[in-house]
């Protein structure tokens, strides 16, 4: 190639201090569907350094490396770059060239990370690598490293309040953790499983100062995360989640009654069918339903007693969450317990009797107005991520993607 031409070529593609020496076209069916360019290092560029930034005094070694950049036209482009090791006054050993344009053990351009990057977040992984013709790992690779370096390390950032939540990865097979600052709506790690032991590590990767500005935690009612709580922040608060309370209550005693007196009517009758058709109609928020089955629930509420109580504690449990002054708070709850225990309906007894080893965890709730309401939404955008990156199991990458969905607000 011309001296003129090289310089040109330089200039418009920016490969910083190299100029191109040689450039090959890979045709098919006369279309150019690879250029290849060699590089050669310009002798009068200013080494630096990649350990400490600062000016080295010269070269120690080169050794050759085909990079990917950013398509010329339709054609991929491949780079081969004599990269340099350079002595510096400043590190022990030789220290790889610090390039404007290339990161140290990358397989692509800078600039084609950052364009793959951005796809990346509106695309699923394997289209990203089949739109610029990369495979699948490096597109991965250079996304993850790019979140990992957005990210940092966990840090809680001054928040003060906090929710612990499970979600399922793969239905029932697999389940991971995530802690959120219920205040600025961020989430602050996700990690494996929901053990006691996934808990533990959560407090264990903060500092100890961090750990004592925890104020309250909202949770599941769940004897080993509070176990763990309690062990690295003995001062929070434990809080129950409304939502994980009102739940359980649906399967454990709502639906156990309508099952039982479903079977306790006679079959074939049209009745027992309404019965055992009604599960979503019992357990699904008044709010939401239409007039008409608004009409329907009233019907059969109005035939069955014990429908009738369960379901109306069910909306007095709700209410327990409403209070602001821990002393009423105190009083709602041990008035609810009194009520449920004296209803004679085993499934409703058997819950209180569970609940009353768990009411501090509701009253809390009238100082610490916490609920995982606030992140809402979470299991919709993880099912859209593990979907965005289909077929490939690397939780770590996963769990990065689900932090930079939940960024918070300022
Ligand atoms: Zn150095």
């Known amino acids: 190639m011309p001296e003129a031409d090289s310089k040109a070529t330089t200039a418009l593609f920016g490969w910083d201090g190299y100029s191109v020496d040689w450039v090959e076209r890979v045709e098919r069916l006369g279309t150019v569907q690879w250029v290849r360019v060699r590089l050669a290092p310009d002798p009068e560029r200013v080494l630096r350094c990649s350990g400490c930034g600062g000016t080295a005094t010269g070269v120690h070694d080169v050794a050759h490396r085909w990079v990917r950049d950013l398509p010329i036209f339709e054609a991929n482009v491949l780079v081969r770059v004599p990269r340099c090791r350079v002595i510096c006054p400043r590190c022990p050993g030789p220290k790889l060239e610090e ?86 709506r961020r989430v602050l790690w996700v990690g494996r499983d929901r053990s006691r032991a996934t808990v533990r590590s959560f407090f264990r990767s903060l500092r100890a100062k961090e750990r004592r500005q925890i104020r309250a935690v909202g949770i599941d009612m769940n004897a080993a995360f509070e176990l763990e709580i309690q062990r690295f ?82 909306e007095d449990l709700k209410q327990l969450w409403r209070h602001t002054d821990t002393k009423q708070a105190q009083t709602a709850v041990a008035a609810w317990i009194r009520r449920a225990q004296a209803s004679g309906i085993p499934a409703l007894q058997r819950f209180a009797r569970n609940l009353m080893t768990y009411v501090h965890g509701i009253v809390a709730h009238a100082r610490w107005q916490l609920n995982t309401s606030v992140l809402e939404g979470i299991n919709n955008k993880i099912k859209v991520i593990k979907r965005m990156a289909y077929g490939y199991r690397d939780d770590e990458y996963f769990f990065l993607r689900i932090r930079a969905a939940f960024p918070g607000i300022r």
């Open 99 to 184: 390039l404007a344009w290339l990161d140290r053990y990358s397989r692509m351009t800078r600039r084609l990370a950052q364009n793959v990057i951005r796809l990346c977040y509106v695309l699923p992984i394997q289209q990203v690598a089949d739109y610029y013709g990369l495979s699948w790992g490096s597109v991965k690779a250079a996304h993850k490293a790019h979140l990992h370096q957005e990210l940092g390390p966990v840090s809680l950032q001054g928040a003060r309040l906090l929710l612990l939540d499970e979600f399922s990865i793969q239905k029932g097979h697999r389940y991971a953790t995530v802690v959120a600052d219920a205040e600025r």
């Open 233 to 314: 922040c003995p001062q929070a608060a434990i809080v129950y989640d409304l939502f994980h309370v009102v739940a359980k209550y649906g399967r454990s005693v709502i639906d156990r009654v309508r099952i039982d007196e479903t079977a306790r009517v006679e079959a074939g009758s049209p009745h027992r069918k309404v019965l055992s058709q009604s599960k979503w109609l019992l357990l699904r928020n008044r709010s939401n339903l239409t007039p008409e089955h608004e009409v329907q629930l009233e019907e059969l509420l109005a035939v069955n007693q014990n429908l009738m109580t369960v379901y109306v504690l069910n």
